[in-house]
């Protein structure tokens, strides 16, 4: 059964420093969504993309995140200079349409630890 | 905005006992609710899914009914088994304004012990 996948799962960097989280989505789905779970809250959505262009994203997604889809395949979220607050796991979805009944298909998540 | 309200775990059951985890929303609109579960170490997986009022999810033995009336998704089982340990998710997608990203509660992790 197709899955999206993350790597890498656990990521650990100084605070300032800039982090890519990659992500592969579902091969012939065309929507892509991170979202982040801090440590015992909820998990939030931060940004969903379609055709190479941002659709939506959330307050949370400031001046210091960024997306892009380098190819065919990856997914990538880039925090350009990560703060403590920062730390939480980051998931990335896929769903093959842009509905509200539509699937979002998630991955296993990488956790992201700022020091 | 959209919210999503479930209860607040943790939840420990004995093998065979009834589960019920409470969900309950605010939003506009008419909205899809999803149940997604997440297994120690794995990503969030749908469990299921309801799309209009009176729809009824249901996968694996687990249910949940959409009531408009209460604004509530309830997820149950009649027997749970211990291979159902991890942590539910209540979810709303709204049709009602101009995205679709998925609004999620706390999670509750269930405990089934043999």
């Known amino acids: 059964e197709p899955e999206v996948t993350q790597t890498p799962s656990h990521q650990v960097t100084q605070m300032g420093q800039e982090v890519i989280l990659r992500c592969v989505p579902i091969s012939n789905h065309l929507y892509f969504y991170w979202y982040r779970q801090i440590l015992g809250q909820k998990v939030e959505f931060l940004v969903s993309f379609y055709n190479n262009e941002i659709s939506e994203k959330s307050e949370i997604f400031d001046d210091q995140f960024s997306v892009e889809r380098p190819d065919g395949s990856n997914f990538t979220l880039k925090i350009r200079s990560t703060k403590l607050e920062d730390s939480a796991m980051y998931f990335c979805a896929s769903s093959y349409d842009f509905t509200s009944t539509d699937t979002q298909y998630f991955g296993p998540g990488t956790r992201l630890t700022v020091l | 905005g959209d919210s999503v309200t479930q209860m607040e775990g943790p939840v420990t059951l004995s093998e065979e006992a009834f589960l019920t985890i409470n969900c309950t929303y605010t939003a506009t609109g008419y909205p899809s609710l999803f149940w997604y579960v997440q297994y120690p170490g794995e990503g969030l997986q749908l469990l299921l899914k309801?799309?209009?009022?009176?729809d009824k999810g249901s996968n694996k033995g687990f249910e949940a009914t959409y009531r408009k009336e209460t604004t509530s998704f309830h997820l149950e089982k009649g027997s749970v088994q211990v291979s159902d340990s991890a942590v539910y998710f209540c979810?709303?997608?709204?049709?009602?304004?101009?995205?679709?990203?998925?609004?999620f509660g706390k999670g509750t992790l269930l405990t089934v012990n043999p």
């Open positions: 979810a709303l997608s709204n049709s009602g304004g101009s995205n679709y990203k998925l609004t």
């Open positions: 309801a799309t209009k009022a009176d």
